[in-house]
């Protein structure tokens, strides 16, 4: 991929911005040495902005995708809650893919280019403006430009799909906590679940009274294609 005419940012900018991160990690009394580990990670991602689309790459935890790079097999059926770069890295591992994203922009760019590829199946489904009463599990909390919109379709968007029908599912867009609720039987038995930015006070309560007895590998520190540290996790549904 080109980086022509892209910012290179100064290595020292690098190292302060990743200084910085591991000392917000330790004040919150988070184990670091994993994010340590990441930093040559950490400079290749932030040296040159290239985005996750472009590298091809989910927008999560780094060291949540390396082993996602293991656990994939060819044949599995994933179901994404947010379109991007996840999907070309689900089905560049021969996973076939049902994604469903709610920002009709980022989806025709999307579709343009993959709309023919029988490896994936893309779903829109927009949120609902405007709405004078919303029910707080359908807001998306930490989404940009929100107010005012409820996200109850895109909640409900895997509702009429089969139960256990999938290998695994990404929960890494808007409304999580919802989407999780309503998509968790979808799940084959033994499939995974993987959750984003789970270290969000938000989306506590629904992880521990969904997957509360799950096994559950958390992947902290550096991000892919971010100067953030962020958190992901992996669940495990029992066999």
């Not at 000392?23 to 040559?40: D, L, R």
């Not at 932030?46 to 097999?73: D, G, M, S, T």
């Not at 998509?183 to 499939?191: E, M, Q, R, V």
């Amino acid at each position: 991929m080109s980086t022509n005419n892209r910012y290179v940012k100064p290595s020292h900018r690098i190292l302060a911005r990743f200084c910085n991160e591991l000392w917000k990690y330790i004040k919150q009394g988070k184990p670091i040495s994993e994010a340590i580990k990441g930093y040559s990670a950490y400079y290749d991602y932030n040296r040159v902005r290239v985005f996750p689309y472009e590298r091809q790459l989910p927008w999560i935890n780094h060291f949540a995708c390396e082993r996602l790079r293991e656990l994939i097999k060819p044949g599995m059926n994933i179901l994404e809650f947010g379109l991007g770069g996840s999907t070309l890295f689900f089905r560049n591992l021969g996973a076939s893919v049902y994604s469903i994203e709610h920002d009709d922009e980022w989806f025709q760019t999307v579709k343009k280019e993959l709309e023919n590829d029988k490896m994936v199946s893309l779903h829109l489904y927009k949120p609902e403006i405007d709405q004078p009463e919303i029910e707080d599990k359908y807001r998306s909390v930490h989404g940009l430009f929100s107010e005012g919109m409820s996200w109850k379709a895109y909640a409900h968007a895997a509702d009429n799909l089969p139960n256990e029908a999938f290998d695994l599912i990404l929960i890494d867009g808007r409304a999580r906590p919802e989407c999780l609720r309503n998509s968790i039987s979808k799940l084959k038995p033994g499939g995974m679940l993987v959750f984003d930015n789970s270290e969000r006070e938000s989306y506590q309560q629904a992880m521990d009274d969904l997957m509360g007895n799950w096994r559950c590998e958390k992947y902290q520190g550096v991000q892919i294609c971010d100067p953030f540290f962020s958190e992901t996790r992996i669940y495990f549904k029992p066999a």
